[in-house]
């Protein structure tokens, strides 16, 4: 667990500032408010910006981001490509701000408006592909997953031996023993209610929205609950799961237990944090 502290950074608090970066995937989920200073020098680091939807906490990062890659001292000619929900009014309105702001000033950006489905490749046998989510209707939303594709023994094979292997590789039958097979590396749902766990079977890691403690708490469908989310990465069974987006509405010195009892309670095995503000908590406390 320790190497995926090392490996991830973010912030969580809603109507504020969300944002989620991911060091070996040089990927950046969302772009809240303060994420170049949080970045501080690794902010020419990311390849790759994938915006879940347009809400202010989501986008109003990108002009600081933007200008920081650009007029910092660094790599500021790398180029940022930055996926974002087609028809987003958010992003287009950023868009419109650092045209504003950054008048004649050439950026090395790409943007692609995706839709569910829309996939690129993000390093070797490594694919971003974006999905489906819940939000609220007048604003489109995406979740995103990387999907590693590996070669590894077919299952009637599993059993040779190393020297079988290469021998079989020596005859030119290496092809036949091997079959491709995909694994989620990471996912996240973007804010939204709970997603489709066959989306992140097996994940490395999920990041999943979890804005309340209670389903009566919920006054409308478009985020969803601690105990959701739980189950999500139940069905899923995925390795590490970090909830984030929990309101501001509840007390952390409350909050921080009940939610420990709904771990505990919920069948979750995988390991389970909260990204709360710029710290990821443990929540499996004894």
Known sequence: MGQMLDDVRGFSRGMYSNWFWHRPLQLLIDAGEG????LGPNVFSPSVLAISHGHSDH???LPGLIGARRFGKGANEKPLTILYPEHSRGVQAARDLLGTSYADVVFPLTWIAAT????????KGRTLEAFSVRHVPDEPALGYR???TKRRLKPEFASMSQAEVEAAAR???REAL???VQHVRFAHSGDAMPIDPSLVAGADLLVHDATFLEESDRKYPIHATTEEALEVGRLAQVKTLVL????IRYDRATALPALRAQVRASGFSGECWLLDEGELVALQAP
């Open 35 to 38: 994420l170049q200073l949080a």
């Open 59 to 61: 986008v109003l990062g």
């Open 116 to 123: 569910p489905g829309t996939s690129m490749p993000l390093g």
């Open 146 to 148: 990387v999907v590693e």
């Open 171 to 173: 005859d030119g039958r």
């Open 178 to 180: 091997l079959e491709e």
């Open 244 to 247: 984030y987006h929990l309101s």
